[in-house]
């Protein structure tokens, strides 16, 4: 799914090893280094309803930026299928590491033939990674006890 907007939900209670955490999550909008109308051209939107959407983008990375001040614990979603060695996972995590925010690097689509976490692993070293298929479910327990022990960590 894309996520223009920051989307809140609070009061999600759930238990991870023992622990039981009422958190509120943030889904943000995924941060790109150019937002070009004419990209969202090239699928089909008209001229007028591009530049919307790539006002709505730039906003939403605004808020993002903004937001990551704010979280205790931040997952930092990455696309398996992809190199992750670009300049937009290197900010957010220079970012976050400044702000002494801890994060989990999540590579996702790992049921994806094309997926290679490998690269992840190996582009951020010394990071928590936990591997998920968000459509699949893969991962998602081992996720959930990661933020647990993370958010023991800053409580």
Do not use: C
């Not at 969202?40 to 001040?69: C, D, N, P, W």
């Not at 205790?72 to 900010?91: C, E, G, H, K, S």
């Not at 990674?129 to 459509?135: D, E, G, I, Q, R």
């Amino acid at each position: 799914h894309e996520t223009r907007e920051i989307q809140k939900l609070e009061k999600v209670n759930f238990l991870a090893n023992g622990t039981k955490l009422d958190l509120t999550l943030i889904d943000m909008p995924g941060i790109a280094t150019s937002v070009n109308p004419k990209e969202f051209m090239k699928h089909g939107l008209s001229a007028s309803e591009a530049m919307q959407r790539a006002k709505e983008a730039t906003r939403g990375i605004v808020e993002a930026i903004k937001y990551l001040e704010q979280v205790d614990v931040a997952l930092v979603i990455i696309d398996a299928t992809r190199a992750p060695f670009d300049q937009v996972n290197f900010t957010i995590i220079g970012n976050l590491e400044h702000q002494k925010k801890p994060f989990i690097l999540v590579p996702n689509k790992i049921d994806l033939m094309e997926a290679d976490v490998r690269l992840v692993r190996d582009a951020f070293s010394g990071y928590p990674v936990v591997p998920v298929s968000a459509t699949q479910g893969d991962g998602i327990d081992e996720l959930y006890d990661k933020i647990a022990e993370l958010a023991k960590k800053v409580r």
